[in-house]
């Protein structure tokens, strides 16, 4: 992708997004030969037999050629693999099926008008949190459900050592809709106005920064509506803004595959990957997937600071600046930005929930709103301290 002077293009935006293009780039067929360790090739992806896959990972001999294959999937492969039998005891996930139930009844009883990234809010049972809510209910059943070395042996084939794992379950039922084809987490949940502000270098870097992935609860035929997935879509660089263009969208609903999961099959997948759930074209088919998001440990910063202290402290002397004419109103803003928390992640989506846009208000976004609105300093603390509150778990 070059610009006028022949360079690679440091900017990206909507006129570097050519369907055509695209076409040809996810034109790719897979060869069995490049994933010598899957079972099978199946529409794209390769398929994996996890008996197999837990005698290969107990030792590093026979794990790390395996590992190295998944890396090269979802770099430069298709981008997806399945696993068949990732959690080889059924009665393990009904266990674990059974309270994820009960949470999704207790919170209907006490609904929060939660909503849900790229489906519409209510059209589906969402627990967020699942990872920790699972561990507090029931803490022996998470010791075992999360013992999975095949869990860990994908992560740390894409991510290294220290990741982080989150879980969303999912159950989607009968008649229920399918989702807005996208990308995942970071860039995924960000507008086209955004994500021009972002280099190229950085739009390649966030799809390695997380894995999608999920355990099926439920035997997933076509017809209930398992993950839509386009292979080789991660590899497009400018996709992050393609994926929020219909003639893309149109592509992926022309292309995409499905594949049919059984329970204890697991699904994962770079998250720049186009995708979205499909239909639950069923009358009496609960999809329910648990939904995992895998972070690096590299997405933290080398020191703490407390942003909402340093927000406040700083507060009346960057007023004072800007009305003495002293600071610009961009300077103000670049004060702004070096001083409060400029992403809204982590969040809890229970009670920040992504009801209007992908994401909540940022501690930017609370700074820049009080100096807009001439806050005095105690509100500008209440509504720091409101929204700190809002970052705990419950």
């Known amino acids: 992708m070059l610009d006028r002077q022949g360079e690679a293009r440091v900017w990206l935006d909507e ?11 996810i034109a790719r067929q897979t060869q069995a030969a490049a994933y010598p360790h899957a079972a099978e090739i199946a529409k794209n ?43 080889e005891d059924p009665a393990l996930l009904d266990a674990v099926t059974e309270q994820l139930e009960e949470i999704i009844r207790a919170e209907a009883a006490n609904p929060t008008g939660k909503g849900d990234h790229f489906a519409t809010a209510g059209a589906n049972s969402r627990v967020w949190n699942a990872h920790e809510k699972l561990c507090l ?9 999360n013992a999975n070395e095949l869990t860990r042996a994908v992560s740390e084939s894409w991510l290294g050592s220290g990741y982080q794992i989150t879980f969303q379950a999912n159950v989607v039922r009968p008649g229920g809709k399918a989702q807005t084809v996208h990308r995942d987490y970071h860039m995924g949940f960000q507008d086209v106005e955004t994500l021009r502000g972002y280099p190229a270098s950085q739009h390649a870097l966030s799809a390695a920064l997380t894995l999608q992935g999920a355990v099926a609860h439920s035997d997933m035929p076509i017809e209930s509506g398992p993950t839509k997935l386009l292979p080789y879509s991660q590899s497009y660089l400018p996709g ?16 995409h595959v499905q594949l049919p999961l059984e329970k204890g099959d697991m699904l994962f997948f770079n998250p720049a990957t ?8 069923t009358s009496n088919i609960q999809r329910f997937a648990n939904l995992m998001q895998v972070g690096s440990a590299y997405g933290r910063s080398i020191e703490i600071v407390d942003r909402g202290r340093i ?9 004072a600046l800007r009305a003495a004419g002293r600071l ?7 004060v702004v930005a070096a001083t409060a928390e400029g992403y809204p992640f982590p969040a809890n989506l229970d009670i920040d929930s992504p009801l209007s846009g992908m994401a909540p208000p940022s501690q930017q976004d609370v700074l820049r709103q009080a100096l807009a609105e001439d806050w005095d300093l105690p509100r500008l603390r209440r509504a720091l301290a409101e929204q700190a509150g809002r970052k705990r778990s419950h």
């Open 240 to 255: 992050y803004i393609a994926v929020l263009q219909p003639q893309f969208r149109a592509i992926f609903e022309e292309q």
């Open 15 to 25: 006129r570097d997004c050519d369907p055509e293009d695209f076409k040809r780039h």
């Open 274 to 281: 186009f995708h979205a759930a499909g239909d639950n074209r």
């Open 45 to 87: 992806i390769p398929i994996y037999d996890g008996d197999v896959l837990r005698r290969a990972m107990t030792d590093p001999a026979t794990a790390r050629p395996v590992m190295a294959e998944w890396n090269r999937a979802f770099l430069s492969g298709p981008g997806i693999i399945a696993i068949r039998r990732g959690y």
């Open 137 to 145: 209910q029931a803490p022996a059943l998470y010791a075992r459900y």
């Open 328 to 334: 610009s109103a961009r300077e103000v803003d670049n």
């Open 311 to 319: 927000s406040c402290a700083v507060y009346e002397d960057l007023k």
